[in-house]
């Protein structure tokens, strides 16, 4: 399973952009799409998760200001990001987990897209 995120780039502090990343592969089920970011010197954060079920939890420092969807049918998973900080910049990477079949499960990583919030 490969995981390709778009929509990253530069945007001025209270901005928005929206960040995609879709799956594909051997993909019976997905169960959970997340997003996570890394900044500069500090470790991988989880900011967003959203189940098969529709349920999605986001990180305090996200909570409010981005919003994380998904489309089954399209296998892809979103971030729409809001009101954003100069300390939202960072790579954002998606992570989906779910089967290739009824009996295999699969972890998939995307390679990263690099936000940068800057005046």
């Known amino acids: 399973v490969q995981l390709v995120e778009s929509g990253g780039g530069l945007v001025q502090p209270g901005g928005s952009l929206r960040l995609s990343c879709a799956a594909s592969?051997?993909?019976?089920?997905?169960?959970?799409f997340s997003w996570y970011r890394q900044a500069p010197g500090n470790q991988r954060e989880l900011i967003a998760t959203?189940?098969?079920?529709?349920?999605?939890h986001y990180a305090e420092s996200v909570e409010g200001r981005f919003t994380i969807s998904r489309d089954n049918a399209k296998n892809t998973v979103y971030l729409q990001m809001n009101s954003l900080k100069p300390e939202d910049t960072a790579v954002y990477h998606c992570?989906?987990?779910?089967?290739?079949?009824?009996?295999?499960?699969?972890?998939?990583w995307g390679q990263g897209t690099l936000v940068t919030v800057s005046s």
């Open positions: 959203i189940t098969s079920g529709g349920g999605m």
């Open positions: 992570n989906a987990n779910g089967r290739e079949s009824s009996w295999q499960y699969f972890g998939a």
């Open positions: 592969g051997s993909i019976f089920r997905i169960d959970t």
